[in-house]
């Protein structure tokens, strides 16, 4: 499941709580993705150029504290926190980071002075509510590689995952007029340094570039991690046939196609949000297009929308939906959104789970292409512990 950290949407419940209580919160919510039987959870710590751990490379996050750039107090790393909860609990802990967001609308205080929007404002530029790094500046995408480096040399994350924000969704005036994306600059520089691609061709290469990097960058640092990405679930419309809905090829710049085409991740989860109702954009059928150009053979664990629950939406849907998961579909697993949906156990959605498709706990699919080698057996050492000998099983 993923554990959104932006807005205070899963965790911590809201801003500025005692240490004790952020970490209570955060057990509870591992303790329900292991009550469900899951095997591993998503947790966000970047919600826009900011850091829910320690980092000397970005200002701690106001969704922690309250205050963008405070830090907790008393002092606490939430992310080693967080990996050391999670595998005492038998959960994978994939670190969650917005790689080109810089500032979130529902902004809690100033921005703080380690901010790239102070240190380096000439690679930030302003889009609607939000902030965005370029991407058409190389030194926007360096900024992201250097946190994505530090993170996974730092911490024993089992996976790097990314979401569907590279260019962003679009904005209107409020007038409701469409807004342009403000990288003029960017683009002109590099038309003047003679390049020939046209601007939306050169947009989707500024992120396929990105990706790459992120992908070599996570497997340089630590070959076992993986890194996955969770793109919109709609290539184009019409990718199947019949399938309507926006064009992430061109509105977003990604080229998720290409991207899992060419194997340039380990795991892909499509956001999948849609009902079997919905015919334009019906579950079953992009599910198995996604399997389908899935060519090099990672995995697909598409994501399903559990948030939606009780908003015509019942757990019956998610059930479903998670029941269509395996061999016969081209997938592996899947991944809730979100944690809060699961934690409330919104319709029954967590008791039903673990009495149907979750009734039996998953080893985590294994990935051979990140080698092949098992790792060395464990050394046990007989311990005291005041009362003779720990026994260990």
């Known amino acids: 499941m993923w554990i959104a950290t932006v807005g205070n949407i899963d965790w911590p419940s809201k801003p500025g709580l005692p240490v004790a209580t952020q970490q209570a919160e955060l057990r509870a919510l591992l303790d329900t993705a292991r009550r469900a039987n899951l095997n591993a959870v998503l947790l966000q710590i970047r919600t826009g150029c900011d850091a829910l751990y320690p980092s000397a490379l970005e200002p701690w996050s106001e969704y922690l504290t309250g205050r963008m750039g405070q830090g907790p107090n008393p002092p606490w790393d939430p992310l080693a926190f967080a990996v050391a909860e999670a595998h005492a609990r038998g959960l994978e802990l994939h670190a969650w980071l917005n790689p080109l967001r810089a500032r979130y609308s529902q902004a809690l205080s100033p921005v703080a002075p380690r901010h790239v929007r102070r240190t380096r404002p000439d690679l930030v530029v302003a889009y609607g509510k939000f902030l965005w790094l370029d991407p058409g500046l190389a030194e926007s995408r360096d900024l992201t590689l250097k946190v994505v480096a530090d993170v996974v040399r730092r911490y024993d994350i089992d996976g790097l995952h990314i979401d ?52 070599t960058t996570v497997h340089r640092e630590k070959p076992g991690v993986k890194f996955g990405i969770s793109p919109f679930g709609i290539w184009r ?29 380990d795991y892909f989860a ?124």
């Open 237 to 265: 419309p019409g990718f199947p046939e019949g399938i309507q809905g926006m064009d992430q090829f061109e509105v977003l710049h990604a080229d998720a196609r290409q991207w899992i085409r060419d194997g340039l991740a």
């Open 164 to 215: 569907d924000y590279f260019y962003p969704y679009p904005e209107k005036s409020a007038l409701g007029v469409p807004l342009p994306f403000p990288d003029d600059r960017s683009w002109a520089a590099y038309r003047g340094a003679g390049g020939k691609l046209a601007r939306p061709d050169w947009r989707r290469e500024n992120v396929n570039t990105l990706v790459r990097a992120m992908n």
């Open 270 to 393: 499509p956001q999948l949000y849609w009902t079997a109702r919905q015919a334009g954009h019906r579950f079953s059928r992009l599910l198995a297009w996604w399997a389908s150009e899935n060519t090099a053979r990672r995995h697909l664990w598409p994501g399903l929308n559990a948030a939606d629950i009780g908003k015509g939406r019942n757990a019956a849907e998610i059930l479903w939906q998670a029941g269509q998961i395996g061999p016969r579909t081209g997938s592996s697993g899947s991944i809730l959104w979100n944690a809060s949906a699961l934690h409330a156990n919104r319709d029954g959605l967590a008791t039903r789970l673990v009495q149907g498709p979750f009734a039996q706990r998953a080893l985590v699919p294994a990935s051979p292409w990140l080698g092949s080698q098992a790792p060395a057996p464990p050394v046990i050492e007989e311990a005291h512990g005041g009362r003779g000998p720990v026994t260990v099983g």
